[in-house]
């Protein structure tokens, strides 16, 4: 059964860091591309970033590029989104998610989520200004 865990969420002030983690079992985590997505209240969901777990290429959004990197521990199959820099925009709940079935071999790009099959049950990340 594939699973996917998110965690590290919580409340933190304008200029703060986070990490989430995306603990991940049921499949080869090597084989295949986790994202990051989030969605607020009221809003569309969005693409955060993608890394591809085999070469470690990644994509992001270009808003998040230079506060938000992804990366992975292969040995823990998990993927880490370390979010700097934060700003009250920010909140939301942040998903993570794996694209098995038509993976192409690299992270779809601009993405928002229609390309992934299985998802985690989200972590909320509050940010106060």
């Known amino acids: 059964e594939v699973q996917l865990v998110e965690s590290g969420g919580g409340l933190v002030q304008a200029g703060g860091s986070l990490r989430l983690s995306c603990a991940t079992s049921g499949f080869t985590f090597e084989d295949y591309a986790i994202g990051w997505f989030r969605q607020a209240p009221g809003k569309k969901r969005e693409g955060v970033s993608c890394?591809?777990?085999?070469?470690?290429?990644?994509y992001s959004d270009e808003s998040m590029k230079g506060r938000f990197t992804i990366s992975s521990d292969n040995a823990k199959n998990t993927v880490y989104l370390q979010m700097n820099s934060l700003k009250p925009e920010d909140t939301a709940a942040y998903y993570c998610?794996?694209?098995?079935?038509?993976?192409?071999?690299?992270?779809?790009?601009?993405?928002?989520?229609?390309?992934?099959?299985?998802w985690g049950q989200g972590t909320q990340v509050t940010v106060s200004a």
């Open positions: 890394i591809t777990i085999s070469d470690g290429s990644t």
């Open positions: 998610a794996v694209v098995i079935h038509t993976f192409s071999g690299r992270c779809p790009i601009a993405s928002m989520g229609e390309e992934y099959d299985y």
